[in-house]
């Protein structure tokens, strides 16, 4: 265990005695965030989890202040964002930190996953909690994906429009499907409706699992830049006052850079055709999704050759099928990361090439992000091609085959060991 | 728990006993995962279209203002129909092109009604995502193949409708409708 139980602490004031003898939630709050042993070396990329969760409880009371403003009827959803952002005390101010909210938030969260791609916060005993995070990236995409459709733009009917034509690929099932998720045979009041609901629903739930994920984080303890794990006291600190504090000062940087964008560029994300009422009989010439999930949105659109069996003209699967296929193979594939990487050491500090491989994911998710973000025709396409070939070969050969050939460095017996080399 | 084959106490014997008991347990499980599924399916089928949406499902158009080569929208279901009057010479070219090869092998005499080969009515949802093809209104660009060209992720069809190039795996769809007279359509 990374942490043995703490010394039972004996309250002062009355009051706390009183209620930690029928409820320990002090004696737990000492516990988990008090005297929890943090591995002595985390930096600051560790802060980014706290950061994450800060932001989701930002989301959601910026969220419900909103809520109380909204009305989730096709022909009055636009203007009543419209009127919160006139005529709402501080209207503006609450749509603006929700809206660019998002965006921090997904920062947040991409930065927490690539820490834990790079020092193998996934492997062994962490897999759960890997799970579990990738559980929360998931609901956080739905989230995102049903709030984009609450002003009723034309980005946000054509986006739903376009991503719930995805299912439409699967066979037999496909069109039954997209009426059901629609309530209807185009995407309309019903669709508005439900998305309304669910993107109130789902922060919560997401809280839910965040717990969760802390639970499981705190029965294996933190994963440290060595990926050794902490043998005694000396490789460890009291999360209050040292994480406390670190944490807290990573988390005002951020919030700052947060709140510039929120003040000085606030639409610098935004794409113009958010601002038209959406028109179900005109598409926009260029429709493309929030930033955060263009790469895989360049996925999606990599595959344009259907695979069937040669001089039959059978097609086994059209590339409409291959590319949502791949799109959520993509994410589906981090599940089973904890196994399919084979190297016994988890900090990729200690893996010489392997750490090379990793930056070549992020360029090719960067690429990704880049020909997502471009009409599909021309170099665009080709460039998402070979990022998608990159990705899907990293997880699929590279992680699971490097190990065999990869000889890697001398691990640090112990955290104290490796502080003191340096 | 009773002792094995305690005949004696009047019981049945103890296997039996069991047998009799999991025989229970079982039904009773089976018949609450009956209820359940089916309270879950009421849940989920609140979410088809409901019975005012269902009821939107026809609707007449008056297409005798349309000029000959003129396309004009209308709504079906929230989505829009194309309808086109097209030329003669442009019936016949189409009708000469090859189709057997095509993504979607349809002829245009299976795309259109008898006795009304001049007139195309289509959904004009594009087959790959659903956004709406360009080309229905002059001026739009029609794409490579001289029909409808779909900005989002280029797809081109010709000017059956038929899907010729680009992601979408199938022809633009034709509802069901039909003439109530030479003038007048019925869609649904």
């Known amino acids: ?422 | 728990m009773d002792s094995p084959n305690s005949s004696s106490t009047g019981h049945a014997p103890y296997d039996r006993q069991k047998a009799r008991r999991d025989f229970l347990t079982i039904t009773t499980a089976a018949m609450g995962a009956v209820a359940a599924g089916s309270a879950l399916w009421a849940v989920a089928d609140t979410m088809n279209p409901a019975a005012d949406t269902l009821a939107l499902a026809t609707t007449e158009v008056d297409v005798s203002s349309v000029a000959e080569g003129q396309t004009i929208t209308t709504v079906w279901r929230g989505k829009p129909i194309f309808i086109q009057r097209r030329l003669q010479a442009d019936v016949e070219k189409i009708r000469d092109e090859e189709w057997q090869t095509l993504r979607d092998p349809q002829s245009d005499e299976q795309r259109v009604q008898k006795g009304h080969d001049n007139w195309l009515v289509l959904i004009g949802v594009c087959t790959h995502l659903g956004c709406i093809p360009m080309g229905s209104k002059v001026g739009q660009p029609k794409g490579e193949f001289e029909g409808f060209f779909c900005p989002c992720h280029g797809s081109h069809y010709d000017a059956s409708g038929r899907i010729r190039k680009g992601p979408a795996p199938k022809n633009l769809e034709v509802p069901p409708y039909a003439f109530v007279s030479d003038t007048l359509i019925r869609i649904g």
């Open chain 1, 1 to 422: 265990m990374a942490h043995g139980s703490a010394p039972k602490t004996e309250f002062k004031n009355p009051v706390v005695r009183w209620i930690d003898a029928r409820l320990p939630i002090f004696t737990m709050m000492i516990k988990e965030y008090g005297v929890f042993p943090m591995p002595k070396n985390a930096n600051y990329l560790w802060s980014f989890g706290g950061i994450a969760m800060t932001m989701l409880g930002i989301m959601i009371l910026t969220g419900i202040i909103l809520a109380m403003s909204y009305t989730p009827s096709t022909p009055d959803a636009f203007n009543s964002v419209e009127r919160i952002m006139r005529d709402v005390n501080y209207g503006w101010l609450m749509r603006y930190v929700h809206m660019n909210g998002a965006s921090f938030f997904f920062i947040a969260v991409y930065i927490h996953i690539c820490r834990g791609m790079f020092f193998g916060s996934y492997k062994q005993p962490r897999e759960l909690l890997w799970i579990i995070g990738v559980v929360i990236f998931l609901l956080m995409m739905a989230t995102a994906f049903m709030g984009y459709s609450l002003p009723w733009s034309q980005m946000s009917g054509w986006g739903v429009t376009v991503i719930t034509s995805l299912f439409s690929a699967f066979p037999l099932v496909g069109d039954g499907l997209v009426t059901w998720l629609w309530g209807g045979f185009s995407v309309d009041n019903p669709t508005l409706n439900r998305f309304f609901a669910l993107h109130f629903l789902l922060p919560f739930v997401i809280a839910g699992v965040v717990f969760i994920h802390v639970w499981a984080l705190h029965m294996t303890g933190s994963n440290n830049p060595t990926g050794v794990e902490p043998k005694s006291t000396k490789d460890t600190l009291p999360f209050n006052p040292y994480f406390t504090s670190k944490d807290s000062f990573a988390l005002v940087v951020f919030l700052t850079l947060f709140m510039a964008v929120v003040f000085f560029a606030p639409l610098s994300l935004v794409h113009a055709d958010h601002f038209k009422p959406f028109d179900p009989m005109v598409t926009p010439p260029h429709i493309v999704p929030e930033w955060y999930f263009l790469p895989f949105y360049a996925i999606l659109r990599a595959f344009t050759f259907d695979i069937g069996i040669p001089f039959t003209g059978i097609v086994v699967l059209p590339a409409k099928l291959q590319g949502v296929i791949a799109m959520f193979g993509s994410i589906v594939i981090w599940f089973f990361l904890p196994w399919l990487d084979r190297s016994p050491v988890k900090s990729a500090r200690f893996r010489p090439i392997y750490k090379w491989c990793l930056a070549a994911l992020l360029v090719s998710f960067c690429a990704l992000g880049y020909a997502g973000s471009q009409p599909a025709e021309g170099l665009p396409v080709i460039i998402g091609q070979i990022a998608t070939l990159y990705y899907f070969v990293h997880f699929l050969v590279i992680v699971p085959f490097l190990p065999r050939f990869e000889k890697t460095l001398p691990v640090p017996a112990t955290i104290s060991e490796d502080v003191k080399r340096k």
